[in-house]
């Protein structure tokens, strides 16, 4: 199928027609080439819409499937399983193991996404053994990336590691550099996680160039925050709103609702090591809003931390104990690694409140 912006507006305007004149079989045949296409290059609205249109003729799994997929890629992950649950049950019905295998790893990104990360896990060990199953080289390399994600997720960088690497040289061995980039990605936010900033910065550097060959838009914007946080870490705060400033861009053109917000809490984090907490404010509550929206619990918890320690700075006591309560309720919910440490610092406010050192800003100098 043609992908240049003239070729695929043909084949768009041959599925309209499919659909108005009710031919079923050409309508989900374009639909699902079309969608395939569209979705490497994160036009996810385009998709949801010629997803729709398709199912208006009657369930068809590839449309829920990819429906189910820009959804999830903009912010709507309950909608987005629901559409998943439908794509798995026609699969299963139909014997098709190898889409069966991929719906499952989609429902598991999802509860990922939602923080409930052994839910995502039990997703994933289920398609793992389909793919070997069905020999799909580049789909099992796909699952380790996940598990490997759900692994550094809850802390245990040395198992993600593992499951990294198991998956790049497949990747490389079947020539999916999209994947490639991912997995690259994903290695570099390990050791991003682990303090080798210049390691991860490698990493990210040779993943960033590929993402914008295969034009996966979402990715790039994915890869310029992480290249952005490494800067912030070491200290470079130009270079690192550089890199954010390139992202939050490329995440509303393409509706990447969860990547705005982490950009967008990102820039607010630059900005409150800089000392202008106001400003630093303003971006994590432009932040908040989508995290609540999308499901993020994982994502609020950081964001609504990052406000305390704001309100704390300011001597505000009461607002940073409110939203440092949140944040535990959140990190209780996702069973997040920071639980301990979160709760360690909400009793040290509570006890600094209690031994009566105000709730208000600190009094003036002299």
Known sequence: MATDPAGLARWVEV?????????VAITRDVGERVCRVLLRTSRFAAVEAMATATLTLGPEAGAFYQRGWARSSTGRPWLALEDFQQALAIYQQAGDRGNEAATLNNIGLVHDRLG???????????????????GDRAGEAGILNNIGLVH???????????????ALPILREV????????????IGSVYDGLGDLQRALDDYHQALPIRREVGDRAGEAVTLNNIGYAHHKLGDWQRALDHFHQALPITREVGYRDGEAVTLNNIGGVYDRLGDRQRALDYYHLALPILREVGDRVGEALTRFNIAMVYQADGDLDQAIQELEHVVDLDRQVDAPDLEADTAVLEQLRRQ?????????PPAGP
Do not use: C, K, W
Not at 122 to 128: G, Q, S, T, V
Not at 152 to 166: E, P, S, V
Not at 175 to 186: F, K, M, P, S, Y
């Open 353 to 361: 409140r209690a031994g009566g050192h105000g709730s208000g800003p």
């Open 116 to 134: 409930d990360r052994q839910l995502a896990l039990d997703h994933y060990h289920r398609a793992l053994p389909i793919l070997r199953e069905v």
């Open 152 to 166: 550094d997720g809850l802390g245990d960088r040395q198992l993600a590691l593992d499951d990294f690497h198991r």
């Open 175 to 186: 020539g999916d550099r999209a994947g490639e980039a991912v997995t690259l990605h994903n």
């Open 15 to 23: 599925h309209r027609l499919a659909v108005a004149g009710r031919q």
